[in-house]
T-cell receptor, first 111, second 114 residues
Framework: GNSVTQMEGPVTLSEEAFLTINCTYT??????LFWYVQYPGEGLQLLLK?????DKGSNKGFEATYRKETTSFHLEKGSVQVSDSAVYFC??????????FGKGNQVVVIP | DTEVTQTPKHLVMGMTNKKSLKCEQH?????MYWYKQKAKKPPELMFV???????INESVPSRFSPECPNSSLLNLHLHALQPEDSALYLC?????????????FGPGTRLLVL
């Protein structure tokens, strides 16, 4: 079945540091890939998406590229702010109304 | 506009109560979803409605009863819940046939069962 793997553990970094969160997936066919962000006490917000190989999704300074050869969709941001502190979920959709989520990564940005 | 609204924002109920959660979207989406999310975990799918018909029920206990009265509204009726049902309940919607089936989530209802 479809699955998403995110790197273990919280990510703590200083303001203006470079952020990378790894995401790899297992899927049959050609899934679409998503990053969702969840701020404290809120629901999930779509951060970015990519629907085919080599697509780059981008939003609010975040980027992720759909790499079919490495089955990855790593999230990056060049200079994080305190306001980026949140939980980030990688997810994939195979077109059957089901999203497979990774476990999520807590990101804490220290001033 | 990609807004999904949910009411109430918070709900406290006893194990003998009956309550309902409400979800609304005006994006013309014809698929709507209920998820349950426990702290520090990803959301777990409960139900999916497609064109107002229940298409997926992930073996959810019968004390949770979904309803889709029209294409914009989704309800979740709660009865005789257990303390372990305390969680954040998220509603989502997507366009059927949309490439990638992007799901848009509401802010959630935080439920506490005493």
């Amino acid at each position: 079945g479809n699955s998403v793997t995110q790197m273990e553990g919280p990510v703590t970094l200083s303001e203006e540091a470079f952020l990378t969160i790894n995401c790899t997936y297992t899927a049959t066919g050609y899934p679409s890939l998503f990053w969702y962000v969840q701020y404290p006490g809120e629901g999930l917000q779509l951060l970015l998406k990519a629907t085919k190989a080599d697509d780059k999704g981008s939003n609010k300074g975040f980027e992720a590229t759909y790499r079919k050869e490495t089955t990855s969709f790593h999230l990056e941001k060049g200079s994080v702010q305190v306001s980026d502190s949140a939980v980030y979920f990688c997810a994939l959709s195979d077109g059957n109304n089901r999203l497979a989520f990774g476990k999520g990564n807590q990101v804490v940005v220290i001033p | 506009d990609t807004e999904v609204t949910q009411t109430p924002k918070h709900l406290v109920m006893g194990m003998t109560n009956k309550k309902s959660l409400k979800c609304e979207q005006h994006m013309g989406h014809r698929a709507m979803y209920w998820y349950k999310q426990k702290a520090k975990k990803p959301p777990e799918l409960m139900f999916v409605y497609s064109y107002e018909k229940l298409s997926i029920n992930e073996s959810v206990p019968s004390r949770f009863s979904p309803e889709c009265p029209n294409s914009s509204l989704l309800n979740l009726h709660l009865h005789a819940l257990q303390p372990e049902d305390s969680a954040l309940y998220l509603c989502a919607s997507s366009q059927v046939g949309d490439q990638g089936e992007t799901q848009y989530f509401g802010p959630g209802t935080r439920l506490l069962v005493l």
